[in-house]
């Protein structure tokens, strides 16, 4: 019984976002709305084909947001060509090429690397197709827009509970991947709040990590090296839910788990299974339906050469684009049932499982 309330729960939460992005699509023809930049002939007498390119579905997110994607696209009346890069920029490029080949009327791009992914999405842009960045940011690509998450808040989330925590002692910051602008600004977030609390002398940063990539062994290796007899660790801030399983695997390893408080983002099943049991301090949730539901209709609205109200613009290295920010939520032991649970992103039973509740 409990099972089948959840899903009821959740088909009405899917519904109601949907039900917003249909109102965005109707909204926007009577509204006199910021634009983007031109496009090629909009879609009038047949379903627009939205064609979605993404890194990898390694991190366990990607696979709910392409599911909400494809289905409120679908309800808005538009098809979907998904094309999954594996960790890999030249994967990906060539796989934007096939899409736009292929004659898709709009590119929903999450790139594996900000810098390299510029050139095919000018080149999408060049054909008249607009380009929506969908939460991480492609560099000096004039994008048509930019969709996400607050990445700096993520950063300040993050930072803020540590330090109210343990406001003094030693810290590791263990950043996302260095392609990936998401990285920088989050890292941005860690400092706006780390910076005082590092002038005066409270905090001492031991060391800042930065990966090639998000599943890199690097982190292992790099962390490793830090633990050497005596040293004390009070807090590890990572880019994601994985660097801080990683982290918290080499702290198990050296008998440091609880001693040290980890935190991360993405809300993953096993993240928040580790802060339930305690060995993982907190997590950033980022409700993916309402990113991926309003991407879709931000989609479909550029298909038929709607425009799209935004309230402010953020700078890509040489432009200003379009840029919309949803609000991250802090997850904590304290909050698990107010938001991760509340929300049916996770089930009680499932983050509670090994844990007597």
Not at 26 to 55: E, H, N, T, W
Not at 114 to 137: M, N, Q, W
Not at 234 to 247: H, P, R, S
Not at 282 to 305: E, N, R, S
Request: glycine share 6%; with cysteine.
């Amino acid at each position: 019984m409990r099972e089948i309330e959840l899903r009821v729960k959740r088909m009405r939460h899917m519904r109601r976002i949907i039900l917003v992005a249909v109102s965005i699509v109707c909204m926007a023809a009577s509204l006199g709305l910021s634009s983007c930049s031109k496009s090629k002939k909009p879609v009038a007498d047949r379903a627009p084909m939205i064609g979605f390119s993404l890194d990898s579905l390694v991190v366990e997110r990607w696979r709910r947001d392409v599911d909400s994607f494809t289905k409120a696209a679908h309800d808005l009346g538009a098809d979907v060509a998904l094309r999954v890069a594996n960790q890999d920029a030249n994967t990906q490029i060539a796989q934007v090429r096939e899409l736009l080949n292929q004659g898709i009327d709009v590119l929903v791009i999450i790139p594996n690397d900000a810098e390299r992914l510029s050139d095919v999405c000018r080149e999408a842009k060049r054909k008249g197709v607009p380009v929506l960045s969908y939460d991480r940011l492609v560099h000096n690509a004039d994008v048509d827009l930019y969709i996400s998450f607050d990445n700096e808040k993520v950063g300040s989330l993050q930072a803020q509970a540590v330090t109210e925590a343990v406001p003094g002692g030693n810290y590791v910051i263990v950043n996302g991947a260095i392609t990936d602008n998401n990285a920088f600004m989050i890292n941005k977030g860690f400092h706006a709040v780390l910076d005082p609390f590092i002038a005066d002398g409270r905090i001492r940063l031991l060391e800042e990590i930065w990966p090639s990539d998000w599943m890199s062994d690097e982190v292992r290796t790099r962390f490793e090296a830090l633990l050497k007899p005596g040293q004390k660790i009070d807090v590890v801030l990572c880019g994601n839910d994985m660097l801080a399983e990683t982290i918290i695997s080499v702290l198990s390893e050296n008998r440091m788990v609880g001693k040290t408080k980890v935190t991360g983002q993405d809300a993953e099943l096993s993240a928040c299974q580790r802060i339930a049991e305690g060995s993982q301090f907190a997590t950033i949730y980022k409700p993916i339906d309402a990113l991926a539901l309003k991407a879709a209709g931000f989609a479909v609205m550029m298909a038929h050469g709607e425009k799209i109200r935004y309230d402010t613009k953020i700078d890509d290295g040489r432009y200003k684009v379009p840029y919309i920010a949803l609000e991250p939520i802090l997850v904590t032991a304290k909050t698990l049932d107010s938001t991760v649970i509340k929300d049916g992103f996770h089930t009680r039973e499932d983050i509670y499982r090994n844990v007597k509740h």
